[in-house]
């Protein structure tokens, strides 16, 4: 059974960072396809950043340079590192876990982004 735990979302002003952990259990985040994505409220799922099971990343234009997606092994957990935000970034972020043919989705973190 494949369980997903965002956490770190709050308010943060302009300009400012926060992290983003998804605490995964049932697999091993190493071995399979993780990301985020967001959502506000009355717009369809919107993808952030996703990290394949090789290492390799990929990010959404409006999050480059300035999101950063990571993961531990050992503490088989995803992070996404959040940079000079926007109020534009404001949304619920949600992770995934790729296990073929199944995508699981955490429950989702809040983030704030307001002077």
């Known amino acids: 059974h494949v369980q997903l735990v965002e956490s770190g979302g709050g308010l943060v002003q302009p300009g400012g960072s926060l992290r983003l952990s998804c605490a995964v259990s049932g697999r091993n985040v190493s071995d399979n396809t993780m990301g985020w994505y967001r959502q506000t409220p009355g717009k369809p799922r919107e993808f952030v950043a996703i990290i394949f099971s090789h290492g390799g990343t990929n990010y959404a234009d409006s999050v480059k340079g300035r999101f950063t997606i990571s993961r531990d092994n050992t503490k088989n957990t995803v992070y996404l590192q959040m940079n000079t935000l926007k109020p534009a970034d404001t949304a619920v972020y949600y992770c995934?876990?790729?296990?073929?043919?199944?995508?699981?989705w955490g429950q989702g973190t809040r983030v704030t982004v307001a002077p």
């Open positions: 995934h876990a790729d296990v073929t043919p199944e995508r699981y």
